[in-house]
């Protein structure tokens, strides 16, 4: 198989990170015998130097052409200040637009040698597996009208929370779908209790759920959800919640996975011809330029993007299982970054890239 992959290695530590993905992608592509088509394209704080747009229009096109997308991060800060649509993240949200990615699927697992690098007690966090499934083009970060308006005393900022049914059924669907290929139980996550938007959303889920008699559902609002995130991570399977409590809960359980340069991540779109998504992939930490340029950030949140990668949009899930296990004979080897609290002195990117390599 020939694998069409677009890089975008982005901002800060982006670059460095991305590179040892591309490394373990071509050698899980060599170990069984496909080929890789890499083209590399701007996005972000780099793509406003270089062009002066976050998603300049050719990389656009690269990532339309391409059968997936792999990325770094985005964001510096010196563009904290700058209007809304001269930020870097501003071409990440048109990059998902553009693509239709609709769902974001965050995995969360405590593996086993990183247990005291999480700061909650070892018994809670212990066979923790779970994946988080986001809603990500509606919710209250693209709703209509917002914005600030007014002056002194009458300022006043507005943003609007807006879901549709079919919104609400494909994202139920795709977690009801990816719970049968785990422990058959949804955790659906509102604030129906306050919000009609969750209502709606709590009532859509129940029905969809008619579809998949197989799989339990529950329902959690979502300040107790982010109390048993901490208190009994193992309860949850496949966790369902709208744009941003998937947000703000995907980030929490980097705690559980001990950093946040552990947690991967697929952003998923509608199914190809093949049965394989559309896929946008990415770590969840951010670009982190305190530590850019010294080969010290951990890779494997991007080398697990690229397990993510091979089984959603490839279809390829022996090779996305030997990537993980890779990951994991590493972790148990003590050759990781310092975030995560090595025995020995800690190993620098390119070497743990190496590693999961030589795993292989």
């Known amino acids: 198989m020939n694998l069409n992959v677009l890089i975008l290695p982005g901002d800060g530590i982006g670059p460095e990170v991305t590179a040892e993905a591309v490394r373990v992608l071509r050698a899980v592509a060599a170990k069984f015998g496909h080929t890789v088509t890499l083209h590399e394209g701007l996005l972000g704080g780099v793509a406003i130097h270089r062009t002066g747009s976050p998603l300049p229009e050719e990389t656009l096109q690269m990532a339309l052409n391409a059968d997936a997308t792999l990325m770094g991060a985005v964001g510096l800060p010196e563009f904290d200040s700058a209007p809304p649509d001269q930020r870097p993240e501003k071409g990440l949200l048109g990059l998902r637009k553009a693509l239709g990615v609709f769902a974001n699927l965050r995995p969360v697992k405590a593996f086993a040698a990183l247990l005291d690098s999480s700061p909650l007690k070892n018994h809670l966090v212990e066979g923790t597996d779970m994946i988080i499934v986001r809603e990500l083009t509606g919710g209250i970060y693209y709703g209509t009208p917002r914005g600030i308006s007014g002056v002194g005393a009458e ?10 049914r079919p919104e609400i059924e494909r994202i139920a669907r795709m977690a009801f779908h990816l719970a049968r290929g785990r422990r058959r ?9 306050v919000l009609e938007n969750s209502q709606l959303w709590r009532r859509v889920v129940t029905e969809a759920a008619r579809e998949f008699p197989d799989v339990e559902l529950d329902h959690l609002l979502v300040d107790n959800c982010a109390m048993q995130l901490v208190l009994n991570p193992r309860r ?9 409590f998937g947000d703000i809960l995907s980030d929490e359980g980097a705690v559980l996975a001990g950093s946040i340069g552990m947690l991967p991540s697929a952003s998923i779109g509608d199914r190809r011809p093949s049965g394989a998504w559309v896929g946008l992939y990415e770590p969840v930490h951010g670009s982190a330029p305190d530590i850019a340029g010294q080969n010290k950030a951990n890779p494997l949140g991007a080398i697990g ?12 899930k ?7 296990r890779a990951i994991e004979a590493v972790l148990a080897s003590g050759k ?19 590693a999961v390599c030589d795993a292989l």
């Open 185 to 193: 139980k949804v955790t659906s996550v509102d604030k129906s209790n």
């Open 305 to 316: 993007s690229v397990a993510a990668m091979l089984e959603y949009s490839f279809g390829l």
């Open 236 to 244: 949850f399977d496949v966790v369902l919640t709208e744009n941003m």
């Open 155 to 164: 300022e006043r900022a507005v943003n609007t929370m807006v879901y549709t």
């Open 336 to 354: 990781v970054t310092a975030d995560l609290k090595p025995p020995g002195p800690p190993a620098t990117t390119s070497e743990v890239g190496q």
């Open 318 to 324: 022996e090779e996305a299982a030997a990537v993980n």
